[in-house]
């Protein structure tokens, strides 16, 4: 079975940091890029990172530049968000997806294959 998996959520004071997981199973990544997705409550989904699938080009929104890191490990078959300085703000779930040999943008339209996933609640 062909999926995504996404880890690493939970609940983190102001301040605090977390890394997301992205993990493949069924597929290699190698060929994907990967973005990261989050929707708030009452929100549209947005997208947070990407990261292209030599991992020679990322992107990042600009709430998030300064604060979070995209990287991959297509060894491990995973992509990683190092979110760093969280902010009540960045409160959503955030879901990973693949763009099959795409450029590393953010628009949800451009990806296919998505994960279930990981809540991050940022609070005090």
């Known amino acids: 079975q062909l999926q995504l998996v996404e880890s690493g959520g939970g609940l983190v004071q102001p301040g605090g940091s977390l890394r997301l997981s992205c993990a493949a199973s069924?597929?290699?990544?190698?060929?994907?890029?990967i973005g990261w997705f989050r929707q708030a409550p009452g929100k549209e989904r947005e997208g947070v990172s990407c990261?292209?699938?030599?991992?020679?080009?990322?992107n990042l929104a600009d709430s998030v530049k300064g604060r979070f890191t995209i990287s991959r490990d297509n060894a491990k078959n995973t992509v990683y968000l190092q979110m760093n300085s969280l902010k009540p703000e960045d409160t959503a779930v955030y879901y990973c997806?693949?763009?099959?040999?795409?450029?590393?943008?953010?628009?949800?339209?451009?990806?296919?294959?998505w994960g279930q996933g990981t809540q991050v609640t940022v609070s005090s």
């Open positions: 069924g597929f290699t990544l190698d060929y994907y890029t």
């Open positions: 990261i292209s699938s030599g991992g020679s080009s990322t």
């Open positions: 997806a693949t763009r099959y040999r795409g450029m590393c943008v953010m628009t949800s339209a451009n990806y296919d294959r």
